[in-house]
């Protein structure tokens, strides 16, 4: 999730972010499913141009929500004048890396998109999420009245798909790790 215009009481859900390595190449003519319903495509591009330059056409549930002339090098950042009480959100970002005509088509390369939902989940003090209760709002602050209990050799449900897992140790001691429980099929980044 993503704190909407840095609100960390109002979260979105993020729709797509680029690996920093990636970039995508889109043909003119070619439509991009971001994801959430929002599609990016390229109308055309003009190559001859000092800087080179792109046309891009954002849309949403396929209804036209922007278009622009972006040129290579520039950062094309698509806003909602309102979302969840705050004024102008971004919620589509790119960056234009290179505009280029090839041989059979003309071609856009995006780099660090990001898009969010705008679907805003707003948190107040005294939300319950899983065994955590929302403290305060401004910074976010969550706590549990110490009632979790983790018995030897179990596993812990926290909030949604976070829990504990508990070691089947029989010393007295007690041992355990967090982890995020994956079931849906994809490309998960790890990180320790």
Known sequence: YVAVNGKNNKLSKLVLEQDVTDKHTLQVGEKWDIGGGYVLSAQSIDAKATPRQAWLVLSKDDKKLDDKVVEQGEVYTYSVKSLAG??????????????????????????????????????????????????????????????????????????????????????NDVRFYPFVEITTPGDVEVRG
């Open 86 to 171: 705050e004024t102008d959100v971004p919620i589509f970002v790119t960056y234009v890396d290179s505009v280029f005509a090839g041989q059979t088509s003309d071609m856009v390369q995006l780099k660090y998109t990001w898009a969010i939902s705008e679907d805003v989940k707003e948190v107040k003090s005294g939300d319950k999420f899983g065994v955590f209760e929302v403290d305060t709002e401004q910074p976010l602050t969550l706590s549990n009245d110490g009632s979790i209990s983790l018995s030897r050799d179990s596993t812990v449900n926290l909030a949604g798909n976070m829990k504990f897992k508990v070691a089947d140790s029989e010393d």
